[in-house]
């Protein structure tokens, strides 16, 4: 990534991980005015590379500092969870590492703007749910008012963004009785570890030999899980309630909250939501088609192929097939789209910054000789 003398101080926690490269990409192409780019711990803590997806690329400009204070940044975007502390191997159990690898100090930042990417301050309070699409297309009660309290910005899950924009644009339009929602989460939500085990468990199946269960705790490939396995210590009823919470934020209490269910899949990358609404009076499927349609979503015909997690790869659109009629309820209406999970929550995570308005620093010579003396880090 390409850095300016006169532009902005950022830190990126979690560059090395799928999500990291991922917002690294998005703020290159978006052009987001930086001066320093902060990685710390991303040598150090880097994923193994990926045979089947890599989003590494070449990072250009990148310093590797650890110890920079909350006046050293103007932003801060937590792209994985803060794991050590200062000293190498050890936990921040106690909390009281440098800025950059501290939750509680991160969460208290007055001076840079800290946005989460990865529930790593759910235990906080002060932040406020943002997804800044939504809220250009909300009406004045189904937009989620900001906190005069909030210190922290959070980056939605990308499946709240998925299921928000579409009950957002037929619910404000139509009389919506009910909806539910099922999540299918690839593998990529849980980092590049379980990416890597995902294609080991295949290969082993397909050879007969034994399939390693270190991030699943059970058998995924060729396979389905309402949650993970065993000492896993995740669930999707954690997922489920945590989506349901982010909706009521985000729609108000005017809109239709979802019951929302998940399943984790045996897909590498890219997002699938299945959503039922049941609309009271019926509504023709035309009227809600014209009514969905519109960017960041877009909508296949019936003479098109259906969509998949593997057509959205790379791409920022929420893509939704033909609107289905339920075979029983004359009211009932059957929904699917698919997104890629990573440039969603990465985008939203960038709009959020760029409508924060802070303004690019007035370049100092330690900027100028970062911006020009740091050497270009090699791709994996």
Request: glycine share 8%.
């Amino acid at each position: 990534m390409k850095t300016s003398a006169g532009g902005l101080r950022v830190a990126v926690i979690g560059a090395s991980s799928l999500l990291g490269k991922e917002l690294l990409s998005v703020l290159e192409e978006r052009k987001f005015p930086i001066s320093r780019l902060v990685t710390p711990g991303a040598l150090e803590d880097a994923e193994p590379d990926l045979p089947v997806l890599d989003l590494s690329g070449g990072l250009e400009a990148v310093v590797a500092e650890a110890d920079v204070g909350e006046s050293d940044l103007d932003f801060v975007f937590l792209a994985a969870p803060v794991r050590r502390s200062a000293k190498k191997g050890m936990a921040d159990s106690a909390d009281d590492s440098s800025f950059l690898q501290s939750t509680r100090r991160l969460a208290a930042a007055t001076r840079c703007k800290v946005i989460d990417l990865s529930d790593c301050l759910a235990g906080e309070s002060g932040g406020g749910l943002s997804v800044p699409f939504l809220g250009r297309n909300a009406t004045s009660d189904a937009r989620p008012v900001e906190s005069p309290n909030q210190r922290f910005s959070v980056s939605a899950h990308s499946a709240t963004i998925v299921i928000g924009a579409i009950i957002l644009r037929l619910g404000r339009q139509f009389p919506v009785k009910s909806v539910v929602a099922q999540v299918f989460q690839p593998v990529s939500e849980m980092g590049a570890q379980a990416i890597d085990e995902l294609q080991k468990q295949t290969l082993n199946l397909l050879s007969f030999q034994k399939i390693p269960q270190a991030v699943f705790g059970a058998q995924l490939a060729f396979n389905l899980l309402p949650r993970l396995g065993r000492n896993r210590g995740n669930s999707n009823k954690g997922l489920g309630g945590q989506l349901q919470s982010e909706l009521a934020t985000l729609l108000g209490s005017s809109l239709s909250i979802p019951a929302v269910g998940g399943l984790y899949a045996p897909v590498f990358h890219s997002l699938g939501c299945l959503l039922y609404f049941e609309f009271d009076p019926p509504v023709k499927l035309e009227a809600l088609t014209q009514a969905l349609a519109g960017e960041p979503i877009s909508i296949r015909k019936a003479t098109d192929a259906p969509p998949t997690q593997v057509d959205v790869s790379g791409s920022s659109d929420i893509v939704v097939d033909v609107l289905t009629p339920d075979g029983f309820n004359p009211g009932g209406v059957w929904v699917w789209a698919v997104a890629d999970n990573l440039r969603l929550t990465a985008v939203n995570a960038v709009e959020i910054a760029e409508g924060l308005n802070v303004q690019p620093r007035t370049p100092t010579q330690e900027d100028t000789k970062a911006s020009s003396a740091n050497p270009t880090r090699p791709p994996k």
